[in-house]
């Protein structure tokens, strides 16, 4: 089902990533492909990458890809974003709708080195849940919005790892509130958007 949060979220990293004016993206994480769909429909997108772990996800967006007549000019591998091909290097931008959260805490600094070290991409579009918006929603203290997270930070908890993955990859980050603006809670999931130095 599409709620009105996931189609916040596709805009506002549509956004994002228009105003980078790319012709080569990653999308780390692109599952069953809402996102990856609208971006294989852009003709400026000449080269276009997806990475998904889970091999039913990559079933179901090939055979959406084949439907929409993209296939031909998107890419979608089965694989880790921990452990990514180093051939992946050089893109525009890289995109992680709602993906960080799966991950496991503890391996967070492979996903760093693999996102500032490995790939670099020019520019790094990254969301996650607000966990400070969960009450609106209706989700318990002591849960997590959906099972497979792993965890949820609050705004300050994000920034902080925001600024300091930036300031250890060379980048320069811009933090953006989706899904609402609440004026103590802030948005239902919230935006990270990296601009490494050298660009």
């Known amino acids: 089902m599409t709620t009105w949060l ?9 956004a994002a990533l228009r105003a980078c004016n790319p012709t ?5 994480g692109c599952g069953d492909g809402d996102f990856f769909l609208r971006l294989a429909a ?6 276009l990458v997806g990475i998904e772990i889970d091999a039913e996800a990559v079933a179901r967006l090939e055979a959406r890809l084949h439907a929409q007549d993209s296939a031909a000019r998107a890419d979608v591998r089965l694989g880790s974003l921990l452990s990514p091909d180093p051939s992946l290097t050089g893109f525009d931008c890289a995109v992680m709708i709602e993906v960080i959260e799966h991950l496991d805490p503890a391996h967070l600094s492979q ?9 670099r991409p020019r520019h790094i579009i990254l969301t996650t849940p607000n966990a400070e918006f969960n009450p609106l929603l209706g989700v318990p ?7 497979g997270h792993r965890f949820e930070w609050t705004r300050a908890r994000f ?4 600024r300091r993955v930036a ?3 060379k980048a320069h980050v811009a933090f953006h509130d989706i899904g609402g603006a609440h004026p103590d809670l802030g948005g239902a999931s919230q935006m990270a958007v990296f601009h490494m130095d050298e660009c």
């Open 167 to 169: 300031r250890q990859g």
């Open 159 to 162: 920034h902080d790892w925001g």
């Open 141 to 147: 203290a002591h849960r997590f919005r959906h099972p």
């Open 24 to 28: 080569s993206v990653l999308d780390l």
């Open 111 to 119: 996903l760093e080195r693999a996102l500032f070290l490995v790939l």
């Open 6 to 14: 996931h189609l916040e979220r596709m805009a506002a990293v549509d």
């Open 42 to 47: 852009l003709p400026e997108i000449t080269r």
